[in-house]
């Protein structure tokens, strides 16, 4: 247990449709990264908050968006749902923004679009 | 921007044979991060390396950072089923980019 949490684990839903994915970062962890893995693909980064500010942009479509709350919590809204948004979400955290951080991945949401 | 290669996509090899994965970066990295991640779950750190032409060992598993601190290697001596998994590498340079990861089986 990486300490992450996320939710929905399973999420269906129809194309069109807006969904949102929590993450529960580590305690005292600062830092939450999200990612995108399509089924035989690697992790493409999504986006990175530090402390509730946007930190790093990835390859996020402009249909998608993310925050972090004050209790450092983490959503990822995505709508306009296409089925080639289907994939395992992953959220991840680490203790801060810099380098040398261990990041620790929470189990994923898997999303499927129908 | 920072883009992070990974070789080969898959590696299919029989238990006992050894295993190499290769990471290359476009940019100079502070630092590298190997991570594991098992069928059906998540990546799982590994180990990080900092310094140019550092080299780490657990167990079975030897990490290498280039001198030019722009390309990794991960070698496993003697691969297990336990090993099965897709393994990535990470780099950062102002942020954490993941390579494609290379898919590892191995046949008992």
């Known amino acids: 247990d990486s300490g992450v949490t996320q939710t929905p684990k399973h999420l269906i839903t129809a194309t069109g449709q807006r969904v949102t994915l929590r993450c529960s970062p580590r305690?005292?962890?600062?830092?939450v990264y999200w990612y995108q893995q399509s089924l035989d693909q690697g992790l493409q980064f999504l986006i990175q908050y530090y402390n509730g500010e946007e930190r790093a942009k990835g390859n996020i479509l402009e249909r998608f968006s993310a925050q972090q709350f004050p209790d450092l919590h983490s959503e990822l809204n995505l709508s306009s749902l296409e089925l080639g948004d289907s994939a395992l979400y992953f959220c991840?955290?680490?203790?801060?923004?810099?380098?040398?951080?261990?990041?620790?991945f929470g189990e994923g949401s898997w999303l499927t679009v129908v | 921007g920072q883009q992070v290669m990974q070789i080969p996509q898959y590696q299919h090899v029989q238990e006992g044979e050894d295993f190499t994965t290769y990471c290359n970066s476009s940019?100079?990295?502070?630092?590298i991060q190997w991570y594991k991640q098992r069928p059906g779950g998540h990546p799982v750190f590994l180990i990080q390396l900092v310094k140019s032409g550092e080299v780490k060992k657990q167990k079975r598993l030897t990490f290498q950072f280039g001198e030019a601190k722009k390309n990794s290697s991960l070698h496993i001596t003697a691969t297990q089923t336990t090993d099965v998994g897709t393994y990535f590498c990470a780099g950062y340079n102002n942020d954490m980019r993941f390579g494609a990861g290379t898919r590892l089986t191995v046949k008992p």
């Open positions: 305690s005292g962890d600062l830092s």
């Open positions: 991840a955290s680490s203790v801060d923004e810099g380098a040398g951080n261990t990041i620790y």
């Open positions: 940019t100079t990295l502070s630092n």
